[in-house]
C-alpha cells in the first residue's frame, strides 16, 4: 500500500473516539480563535462587500455567515468565511504551512451546517483536515 493508500485509509477509518483528548481541546480552541477572528473580520468593509455579492448571486441558504444573519449556500458561506477569518491576519500559522484554520474550520462548519453535522463531527473533520495538510 503506497502513502497516500495509507493517508486515505487513516482518514476514512479515524473517527472522534479515537481522537486523544490534548487534541480535541487543542481544536475546540483553535475553532473558538477562528471564529473570533471571523468576527473582527465581519466588521471591515471587505467583509460588507463581499457578503453583498455573495447575497446578489443568490443561492440556497444552508450556511451561516459568522457574526451575521446572513445565511448562503455553503460553499458561498465557506468561501465568506473564510474571508472574514483571515482578512485581519490574526489567524493562526502553523509552522510554515500556513493558515490552515482559515480554510478548515470556515468549510467544515459551512459543510456541517448543510448535512446537521455534529460537533464531534465537526471537530473530527478538522483534525483530519489537519492531518491531510500536515502529512
Known sequence: ??????????????????LPPDVINHTKKSISDTIACGLGGRKTLEGDILISIM??????????????????????????????THVLDYDETYSRLGHMSTVLVPVALAIGE??????????????????VIIR
Not at 502513502?3 to 479515537?18: N, V
Not at 447575497?55 to 472574514?84: C, H, W, Y
Open 1 to 18: 500500500m503506497g502513502e497516500t493508500e495509507i493517508l486515505a485509509d487513516y482518514i476514512a477509518k479515524t473517527r472522534y473516539e479515537d
Open 55 to 84: 447575497k446578489e448571486m443568490g443561492g440556497k441558504p444552508e450556511a451561516t455567515v459568522i457574526g451575521d444573519e446572513t445565511r448562503l449556500s455553503f460553499m458561498q458561506a465557506a468561501q465568506v468565511n473564510r474571508v472574514l
Open 114 to 131: 448543510r448535512i446537521n453535522a455534529s460537533g464531534r463531527d465537526i471537530i473530527n473533520a478538522i483534525v483530519l483536515g489537519y492531518e
